[in-house]
């Protein structure tokens, strides 16, 4: 039997605070709204009971944001693409942010199993005082209980609409892309952190949010495999090549924490839900 779920989350501002609203059709929903740092920023914990989904399963995420609300969701656990038997497993993330709408888009990692076919989409569309941050981590099979990911397909889909595309279709059997030195390089989880502006930032902006992501980047562990770009005015990109996911998620996590203060003035609070 397949899941088809579907989820809508509206954020506004109501009384100087965010406030989530939220739908639901199937296995898909949102936990309680927390405020670990006051009633700026809605805290929001994506759930997807089921764990995992098989081919023919599908979830769909429309995120919308209004005024000057604030909403930061993140995930309990991976998000796990199982074996399939034909069909493709497909989760849709869709966001739109207006007016001075900020939103932090930080689930824990997607798992590419053996044999999956997958597909993760990302669409995110901002206003020209919105801003975004989010980011991506997939792990190809689970290398550490001696399950590679020798069979199947993760296709990957991010874009801002008009700005920037991001879309890559990994095949185990392409060994050219999956262990060749312009490829993954033999890794297994790639990661990346993106912040969008609505409009252009300024040249100082971009450059101390650079410079900012560099120095956690030389002091790192995976500094030979990680670098920071700008690819135009209101895109900035991280990207890191791991063996695993934990040492690739520590990195993003110690370069949100930066950004988050750099670009918005904000302490790096992090999701309760992480440490527990």
Known sequence: MSWHAQLDIAYRLEQQRSVARH?????????????????????????HPPGGLVGGDTLDIAITACGAAHG??????ATRFYRSLGEPAVQRTRIQLTDQARLEWLPLEAIAYNA??????????LGPEAEFMGWDLTAFGLPSAK??????????????????LERGLMQAHDLRLMNGPLGL?????????????GSKMTRNRREAGLELARQVIATHALGAT????????????????APLV?????????????????????????PRIWST
């Open 226 to 241: 990680a670098g920071a770009t700008c690819p135009n005015e209101q895109v900035m990109v991280l990207r890191v090549l």
């Open 116 to 125: 999956c076919l997958a597909e993760n989409h990302l669409s995110i569309s």
């Open 72 to 77: 930061l969701i993140t995930t309990p656990g």
């Open 23 to 47: 739908k639901h059709n199937g296995p898909l929903r949102v936990l309680q709204s927390l405020y670990p740092e006051g009633d700026a920023v809605c805290h929001n914990v994506l759930v």
């Open 185 to 197: 390089a033999g890794q297994r989880c790639m990661a990346s952190l993106f912040f969008v502006s």
């Open 246 to 270: 934990e040492p690739a998620a520590d990195l993003l996590r110690q370069v949100w924490q930066v950004w988050r203060q750099h670009f918005w003035q904000l302490p790096a609070t992090v």
């Open 147 to 164: 399950l590679p990911f020798d069979t199947g397909q993760f296709l990957q889909h991010i874009e801002v609409p008009g700005v920037w």
